[in-house]
């Protein structure tokens, strides 16, 4: 039995060595339902923090999962959470509608709500939903569809735009704003066009190689824009113009 043993255990080295085709490895997906978490179906965002622990703005609440429990956290008025991001110091900052704050861990593991909203006044807000969570330069950035308030740590004030999203590349913010093209976001406020409305709507801006960023755009495919030169060209891809004509989104 013994010799048997080894004589199998012998085969099975040498069958690997050869180069066998390895067995494929199938990772366990499972899947919570909502009577699970006690929350919405519908989740518009997620984050995860130092620790491992992810958050997700619900439609119904900031939901936390550590893997084992579900806890909810409800915001003022119990309005859905649409942006969640979790900053480098660990507070967790959401967005919603007519409402944006962060939650804080106080001393007993709970998570406490800050409202940085109400540092606005009642009139100052927009009729609409924080989709968009950026941080940039010790400053969070909350984007709205008609504006970018932004958070030092002690005041909110906010940049006239009308972006349709915002990214913070090496230090750079860049932004579709809706109507026009890709523009650059100085930290006054000021706006550089970059490209403009003809290329289509860049749906999403991504760090490439060294001085490119790539840009996707929702129907005229992808583009390669050299900070250096400051120019833009179309990305060859095969087949050619695959993506053209499809509602590129991320």
């Known amino acids: 039995m013994k010799l048997r043993t080894i004589v199998l255990s012998a085969a099975l080295f040498i ?3 050869l180069g066998a085709e390895p067995i494929p490895f199938t990772p366990l997906i499972r899947n919570w339902s909502t009577a699970d978490q006690g929350a919405n179906r519908q989740n518009w965002s997620v984050a995860q923090d130092s620790e491992g622990i992810m958050y997700f703005a619900n ?9 084992h429990l579900w806890l909810r956290h409800p915001l003022p008025g119990r309005v859905n959470a649409r942006s969640v991001a979790v900053a480098p110091d660990g507070r967790i900052y959401v967005g919603s509608y007519k409402q944006f704050g962060y939650f804080e861990k106080i001393s007993d593991g709970s998570l406490e709500y800050h409202s940085v909203s109400d540092l606005l006044s009642p009139d100052a807000l927009s009729e609409d939903d924080i989709w968009n969570i950026v941080f940039y330069n010790d400053k969070v950035l909350f984007q709205a569809f008609d504006r970018i308030f932004v958070y030092d740590g002690t005041a909110v004030s906010s ?4 972006p349709l999203n915002l ?12 109507d026009a093209g890709v523009n650059v976001i100085s930290d006054n406020g000021e706006m550089t066009e970059i490209m403009p409305a003809s ?6 801006i991504l760090k490439y190689d060294g001085n490119n960023l790539l840009m996707a755009s929702a129907n005229n495919g992808l583009y390669l824009y050299n900070r250096e ?6 990305m060859q891809t095969y087949p050619k113009d695959a993506l053209k004509g499809f509602n590129v989104n991320r």
Request: glycine share 8%.
């Open 59 to 67: 439609h119904s609440c900031l939901l936390e999962f550590d893997g």
């Open 199 to 204: 290329c289509g709507l860049i749906n999403s």
């Open 167 to 178: 990214f913070n590349i090496d230090g750079t913010l860049y932004s579709q704003i809706i």
């Open 159 to 162: 940049i006239a735009a009308v």
């Open 229 to 234: 030169t400051r120019k833009y060209v179309p």
């Open 15 to 17: 069958y690997s060595a």
